[in-house]
């Protein structure tokens, strides 16, 4: 039997009867748009991460957008980003005519380099775009170091967006991720850390201008009613029975985050001294969206993974190809010095199997593979 790379069906199997009945109330009260069950989901996930305001959307992608049209982005504007990322985080400026410019990650953590922030401005500069904001990223499950951002941000005069489609649930020096930026976005995609069974998403704020500017966006720009419209929006609400499903999903994502560590910890145990195993920065925790282990300069990752697949055992590699390499995005600024950080792990990273059910049978198996393998 083939092990799975992430295991939905062991979720789901604890929390059917309980998915069940609050998908058939949905089913029964019928309010199907922006119903009670959204309301009830914005209020717990606030309460959970300490944020005034969440507004839930369509995706992680939208709760990205609406984050830059709340905060003002105009076309030809800058906004940092890492390279290394999924390609949403960058795909958001030039949707409104900004201008992503490529910032560099640090080796460890996976995450944007609060040192690098400086050259990646002053490509902006030197190419004439002005610099108005940062959107970091926590890859991986791990939020990056936010606090400096946050403090280079505010000496340069620009907003923090911390993408967290990755590390909701997580914490940096004891914050909770959805209060360390400006305004923090996630994903509910069903394979992140919190996923329903569609498309969905939030953005939480302490800010209650961008709220309500957001809350706004996500109806059309609607104003006090649905036919008085004052800006131009999108329609990115989350769907109720979705909001239903991830009110079920809350009630076991505490114990699904510790039992992710637990897999992370034993893969540490197993692995370190091998292989490079991902290195928690010492301010953070991790949901552990990935185990992403970095394996050494000039191997052959794909005859790994073809070793690994043989024995059943599913392996993907995130990211095989920065975002500053990718076809659209070419011509966008690249920090200056260039980013041999971001080039070496595209080279070398290899995600293993994760989740919170991965039994220590079949970690032992995992780890026995790859250790063969690397050998
Ligand atoms: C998944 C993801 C997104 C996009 O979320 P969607 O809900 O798929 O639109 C954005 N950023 C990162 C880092 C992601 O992993």
Redesign the pocket.
Known sequence: MAIPFIDLHAQQARIRADLDARMAAVLDHGGYILGREVLELEAELAQQSGATHVITCS????A?LLALMALGVRPGQGVIVPSF??T??AEVMPMLGAIPVFAEVDADSFNLDPAGLAKAKAAADAAGISVVGIIA?G?FGQPANLPAISEYAKANGLFVID?A??SYGTTYAGGAVGTLADIT?T???PA?PLGCYG???AVFTNNADHAALMRSLRVHGQGKDKYHNEHIGMTARLDTIQAAILLSKLTIFAEELDMRQAVADRYAALLSGSVKVPQLDPMATSSW?QYTICLPDGTDRAAIQAQLQEAGIPTAIYYPVPMHHQTPYKAYPVAEGGLAVTEALCKNVLSLPMHPYLSEADQDEICKVLLEAVA
């Open positions: 995706s992680g992608t939208d990205l990322t999924f949403a985080s990223v890859l993408d489609a990755q976005c994903s509910f995609f992140k498309d969905g998403g969206a």
